[in-house]
């Protein structure tokens, strides 16, 4: 099995690229989420991160902790047994994996997207030695900014007199770490720093996009990646896709005053990468 695993830090335009691979014809699920992560997979990632009592958003000390989690626990073997079981095509392919050959499926382009992949990655490659990978990275101030838009923008909704009445399940996505913008860079420089060790580690084909180098000149990195992942470069499919990506780069924003409290070791952090 050969899957494109798409691994970076949240808000870093994961979702984007992994919309190009699905045009491409590329398989990440039939059942996904609006941020095109399989269901599958997200799933197993949350389960890892739940087994290391680590969440997304509070990936400390994840290096450590999966390192002796790998050495010490089944945890691997689990997600391995889960993999090889009947249930996994049927979970990510759907329906159409009861009409055919396991061998056919996993023969066409598939993979699968989600930020959480870049700590657990280690598994991942265990369990599927032959993939490859993508990494996508985007400068800390707008991913930090990004993630405190998306709290913000659910904010007003995560509070209701109805919870009084019963329990609330944990949020998705945003957390109220993720309304400090000094979290949200700390959060970033974890994320970058586990992706390019996965990256330099990785044994197989795999490319990296710089998504504001991407806005950039989106022609040129998105060919140049293609190139290095060995996928066929369809231009006329790219032509389509750029405007997608001048879209995709508005973001709403939030007022300078609001990230002029930074620390000192945040900007530092910034300056750093």
Not at 69 to 94: C, M, N, W, Y
Not at 145 to 151: I, Q
Not at 235 to 255: D, E, Y
Not at 262 to 268: D, I, Q
């Amino acid at each position: 099995m050969k899957p494109l695993i798409i691994i970076g830090m949240h808000r870093s335009g994961t979702t984007l690229l992994a919309e190009l691979f699905t045009s491409l014809g590329y398989n990440l699920g039939a059942f996904v989420d609006q941020h095109n992560e399989s269901f599958f997979f997200y799933g197993v990632n949350r389960w890892i991160l739940r087994e290391l009592s680590l969440s997304w958003d509070n990936p400390s000390d994840y290096n450590h902790i999966l390192r002796y989690a790998i050495e010490h626990t089944d945890i691997e073997s689990q997600v391995l047994s889960l993999v090889k079981s009947p249930r996994f095509p049927l979970l990510h392919f759907g329906i159409p994996s009861l009409f055919s050959k396991k061998s056919r499926l996993f023969s066409c382009p598939w993979g699968f997207k989600d930020p959480v992949s870049t700590i657990t990655l280690p598994i991942w490659k265990s369990i599927f030695p032959s993939a490859s990978l993508l990494l996508v990275e985007r400068n800390g101030l707008s991913v930090a900014k990004s993630l405190s838009v998306r709290y913000r923008a659910d904010f007003p909704r995560r509070f209701s007199w109805i919870e009084s009445l019963i329990p609330r399940l944990p949020s998705k996505y945003n957390t109220i770490r993720t309304s400090s913008p000094d979290y949200n860079v700390n959060l970033w420089s974890t994320y970058l720093h586990a992706g390019r060790k996965a990256f330099e580690a990785f044994d197989g084909p795999k490319a990296v996009i710089n998504y504001d180098e991407l806005l950039i000149n989106p022609s040129l990195v998105l060919q140049s990646a293609l190139s290095a992942l060995s996928v066929p470069i369809c231009t006329t499919k790219l032509a389509s896709f750029i405007p997608t990506i001048r879209t995709a780069s508005s973001n709403p924003s939030v007022p300078d005053k609001y990230f002029s409290c930074l620390s000192k070791s945040s900007v530092e952090l910034l300056l750093q990468f």
